[in-house]
Each structure stands twice: as structure tokens, then as C-alpha cells.
């Protein structure tokens, strides 16, 4: 189904944007998602998208080598920076999801 190793930690977050903020926060996800998949150790995939579902709502779909590249990467200052401006634009809680296959 894809190109990434069985044993690859996969990991989906979810952003409640304020609807009057969601261009702002497009703009920092996707930086962030770029910067993330270029510079972070580990990093196998590192995508950004916004929910067709529930307006709003902006997704990360990644893959990391291991939970201590994963948490290497939530320490990172661009991720700092990130929250830093996504932050006061959420409508809600981040939810991050560590995901197993069935």
C-alpha cells in the first residue's frame, strides 16, 4: 500500500481551527510539514491537509522511524514556532494519534 517500512511509527494529529483563522494556520502547517519532512532525523512522511469533512479541522499524516525520532521532533524549535502561531488560532484540543496496524 505504500512505500514506508511495516515497522514505521504512523501518526495522525488533528487542528480545530477557528473558522476565521484557517488560512493563517494552513500557512503555518504547511511550513511546518515541509520543514519537518526536510530537517527532522527520522522523518519518513509528513503530510498537511485540511478535513473535507469537518471544516476547520487541518490533519497531519506522518511516519517516523522511531518514537524517539517522533519525540526528537516535538521538542524541535520548528515545532515550537509552529504552535507559537497556530496556538492562539485553535478552536479546540490537538489530538495526536499514534496509530497500530490491525
Known amino acids: 500500500m505504500t512505500d514506508l517500512p511495516a515497522d514505521a511509527l504512523r501518526v495522525v494529529a ?3 481551527v477557528q473558522p476565521e483563522h484557517v488560512a493563517a494556520a494552513r500557512t503555518a502547517l504547511a ?3 515541509a520543514v519537518s519532512l526536510a530537517q527532522d532525523e527520522g522523518c519518513l512522511q509528513y503530510d498537511a491537509f485540511e478535513s473535507g469533512t469537518v ?9 517516523w ?3 524517539a ?13 509552529a ?7 485553535l478552536a479546540g484540543d490537538v ?3 499514534t496509530l497500530s496496524p490491525l
Open 14 to 16: 488533528t487542528l480545530p
Open 31 to 33: 511550513a511546518l510539514a
Open 95 to 97: 489530538a495526536i494519534h
Open 55 to 63: 471544516p476547520g479541522t487541518l490533519v497531519t499524516v506522518e511516519a
Open 69 to 81: 525520532a517522533m519525540d526528537a521532533h516535538m521538542s524541535a524549535p520548528h515545532v515550537a514556532e
Open 83 to 89: 504552535f507559537t502561531v497556530v496556538g492562539p488560532l
Open 65 to 67: 522511524t522511531t518514537q
